[in-house]
Structure formats: structure tokens, C-alpha cells
């Protein structure tokens, strides 16, 4: 007689869960933003690209059916999750620097803090930690009970993408163009590879010449890292400055030394070029948008079931007991 009512009452306390609020672990669990603190601090100080990135996976987490780390599930044998998508494969990773806040989370406050709010809580301190701006962060997502590899190869952009394509994109989250440009910005930190500029090098859009919006000097210098036959996992920074988050990114871009097509074409399109001409020249304006469209993107929810993952890499057991967030 007593437990069906737990369980209602359950269902009642999960289901405000989806009501992201400031301070949401202040009673339940209140060191747990200095604990994530404390964590990525640790982990960048080991690596300084860790910063870079787990604030990437941000967005790769809540692109894809909202922000509940469905991004940080293993494959199982029924279950081909997100980890092996086009965008991620080869490509996305300090994973484990996830794995050693949830696992000082669950020390301190075991079943309580989701993996989801430990990447939009993580991402925010990366971001400051390198010399970007602080903001305050909305919490209470839930941790999803699946992944799939499709959601996110149908909807994490290629390199390759036009800035038209990606304002398109945005726009389907609510994400505005200043949005697009200002979170654009946050490559200002972080590397990537030769596989992911070998086409504007050498082909850029069949054309079997490289893009032109690549400054001359800076096409030798790409050439040089990534020839024809380079092994594509050579990195390289995303600017001119990958360890330190500031508006270089921006000036790079104005410049014709932008790394990613993706990047470039937000100066060569009218209707990004302004933002990108305004942040070049006024970083205080994009940190502050940067941390606006975080919190925009932070807010992206799903309506699919959640849980408190107790590891993040694989969904808890179930007995019937599965919380549905609406
Ligand atoms: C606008 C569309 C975007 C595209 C097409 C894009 C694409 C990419 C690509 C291709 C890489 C390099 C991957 C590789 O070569 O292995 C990369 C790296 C990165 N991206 Fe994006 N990205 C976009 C937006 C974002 C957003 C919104 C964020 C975060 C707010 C973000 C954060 C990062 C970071 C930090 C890195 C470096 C990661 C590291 O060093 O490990 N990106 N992105
Ligand atoms: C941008 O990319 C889209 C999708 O790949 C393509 O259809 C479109 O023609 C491109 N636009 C421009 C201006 O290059
Ligand atoms: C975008 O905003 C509209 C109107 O407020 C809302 O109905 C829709 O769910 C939002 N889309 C996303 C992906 O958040
Ligand atoms: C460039 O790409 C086009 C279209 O994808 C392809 O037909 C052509 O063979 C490529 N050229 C070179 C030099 O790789
Ligand atoms: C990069 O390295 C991975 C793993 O080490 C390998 O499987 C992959 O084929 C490499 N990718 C490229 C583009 O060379």
C-alpha cells in the first residue's frame, strides 16, 4: 500500500526534475559544482586540451535528442550508441575526465548529480579556466536510457558545412545567427585534424583546387602539416592561440586563417561576417554572447525518459521503475 505511493511521489519529484533551475544541488548535493571544479581543474592541468575538449562536448551532447549524455553511452550489443558517429569517431575525447567527476560525485553524493549536468557544469569551467568568461549554470537534467548513432550522424555538422547550411541548422534549435557565430568562437580552444581540412586543401568542392577564402601564407603552412598522404590524425590548433579561450579565433578568421571551412565561411557569408568583424575587435561582447548561447544550447531538453546514471558510460538496470520526465 505504502510503496505505490513512493512511487508516485517519485514520479512527482523526478518529473520538476526537467525544470532546470539555478542552485539545484544546493541541498542535495551542495559541493558539487566545486567538485566538478576541482576535477577539470585537476584533469587540465594534466592535459591543457582536456579543457577543449570536454567543453566540446557540450554541443555534441545537446544537439542530439537534447543535453543527457547520451553522448557518453558505450556501444552495447543492442545498442550502436553516438560514441562512433561520423562527427565523433577519431575525434571526440577526454571521456575520462567525465568518469573522474561522476565517480567524485558518487563519493560525495552517491545517485544524485546527472552525467548531463556534469558536461553543462564541466563545459562552463573549462571554459574558465582557460581565460574565457564565467557564468551561471541552470541544472536538474536527467541522464538519457539510450543513444543512438543515427540521431547523431543525422544531425552534428560536417566540416565541410556552409555558413548558410549552419545557420539553418541553428535556427532549428532556436539558436540565432548570433548564436552560431558567437559559439562558433569556441574554437578558439582545442585542435583538430588534417582529415577534417584534406578537401579544402586540395579539393574544395570538386573544383580539385583548394578554397580560396585560405589565406595564401597560411594554404602553405596547411599544406605543409596535412600533403596528400599524411597520416589524417595530425593535429593541429583550431587558431592561433588553441590553449587560451579568447577572441583571436575571430581575428584568424578575418585574416584568411581560419583552420575548418566551417569557421572560414562564417566570414566570407554577409550574414555572419558582421558578428564575426564585431568579436574580432571587442572580446567582452563575445564572452558575452558565448555564455548567453551556452545557456541557450544547455536549455535543449528532450522528452524521452531519464534517469541519474550512476556510470556514465551505461544506463542503469531497470526494475519497471523508470522515471519519465513529462
Ligand atoms: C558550428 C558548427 C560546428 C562545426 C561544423 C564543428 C566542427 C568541428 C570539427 C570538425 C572539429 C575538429 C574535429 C577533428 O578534426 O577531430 C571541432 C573541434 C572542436 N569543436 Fe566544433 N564544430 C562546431 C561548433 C562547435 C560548438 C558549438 C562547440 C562548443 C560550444 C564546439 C567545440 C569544439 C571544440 C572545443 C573543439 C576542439 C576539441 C579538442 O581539441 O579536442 N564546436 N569542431
Ligand atoms: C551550402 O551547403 C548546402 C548543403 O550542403 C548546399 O546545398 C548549398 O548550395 C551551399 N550554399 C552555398 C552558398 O554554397
Ligand atoms: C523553439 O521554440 C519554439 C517556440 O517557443 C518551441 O515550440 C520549440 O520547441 C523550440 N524548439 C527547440 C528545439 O527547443
Ligand atoms: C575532386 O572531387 C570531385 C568530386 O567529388 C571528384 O570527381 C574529383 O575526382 C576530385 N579531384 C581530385 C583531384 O581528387
Ligand atoms: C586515426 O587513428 C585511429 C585510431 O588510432 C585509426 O583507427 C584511424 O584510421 C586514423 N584515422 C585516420 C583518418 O588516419
Not at 553524493?109 to 549554470?137: H, N
Not at 590553449?243 to 584568424?252: G, S
Not at 572560414?264 to 558565448?290: A, C, G, H, K, W
Request: aromatic fraction near 10%; proline fraction near 5%.
Amino acid at each position: 500500500m505504502f510503496y505505490p505511493f513512493l512511487l508516485f511521489l517519485l514520479h512527482i519529484t523526478m518529473a520538476s526534475a526537467a525544470d532546470l533551475r539555478y542552485g539545484y544541488y544546493a541541498k542535495a548535493c551542495p559541493k558539487a559544482e566545486f567538485i566538478v571544479r576541482d576535477v577539470m581543474k585537476k584533469a587540465w592541468i594534466r592535459e591543457q586540451r582536456s579543457a577543449a575538449s570536454v567543453m566540446r562536448f557540450q554541443f555534441h551532447d545537446c544537439f542530439v535528442n537534447g543535453c543527457d549524455a547520451s553522448m557518453l553511452l558505450d556501444d552495447t550489443p543492442n545498442m550502436l550508441g553516438e560514441k562512433l558517429s561520423l562527427a565523433n569517431i577519431n575525434s571526440l575525447r577526454s571521456y575520462e575526465v567525465v568518469d573522474e567527476i561522476k565517480e567524485a560525485l558518487e563519493k560525495a553524493c552517491p545517485g544524485v548529480v546527472s552525467c548531463a549536468d556534469i558536461i553543462i557544469m564541466a563545459s562552463r569551467d573549462a571554459v574558465y579556466l582557460t581565460g574565457g568568461p564565467y557564468w551561471e549554470v541552470k541544472l536538474g537534467r536527467l541522464d538519457s536510457l539510450t543513444a543512438s548513432q543515427k540521431a547523431s550522424d543525422a544531425v552534428m555538422p560536417s566540416p565541410r558545412s556552409n555558413a548558410t547550411y549552419l545557420i539553418d541548422l541553428f535556427s532549428r534549435f532556436n539558436l540565432s545567427v548570433k548564436d552560431l557565430v558567437a559559439l562558433s568562437g569556441s574554437h578558439s580552444i582545442g585542435k583538430g585534424r588534417c582529415f577534417s581540412i584534406m578537401f579544402r586543401l586540395y579539393n574544395q568542392s570538386g573544383t580539385g583546387l583548394p578554397d580560396p577564402a585560405i589565406d595564401p601564407r597560411f594554404r602553405e603552412e596547411l599544406k605543409k602539416l596535412c600533403p596528400p598522404d599524411v597520416d589524417q590524425n595530425v593535429t593541429k590548433g583550431l587558431d592561433a592561440t588553441p590553449l587560451k579561450f579568447d577572441n583571436q579565433y575571430f581575428k584568424d578568421l578575418v585574416s584568411g586563417r581560419g583552420f575548418l571551412n566551417s569557421d572560414q565561411t562564417l566570414f566570407t557569408t554577409p550574414q555572419t561576417r558582421e558578428f564575426v568583424m564585431q568579436y574580432s575587435i571587442n572580446q567582452e561582447l563575445f564572452f558575452d554572447d558565448f555564455a548567453k548561447g551556452m545557456e541557450k544550447m544547455g536549455d535543449l531538453q528532450s522528452d524521452n525518459p531519464g534517469e541519474i546514471r550512476r556510470n556514465c558510460r551505461v544506463a542503469n538496470q531497470h526494475h519497471g521503475n523508470t522515471v519519465w520526465e513529462s
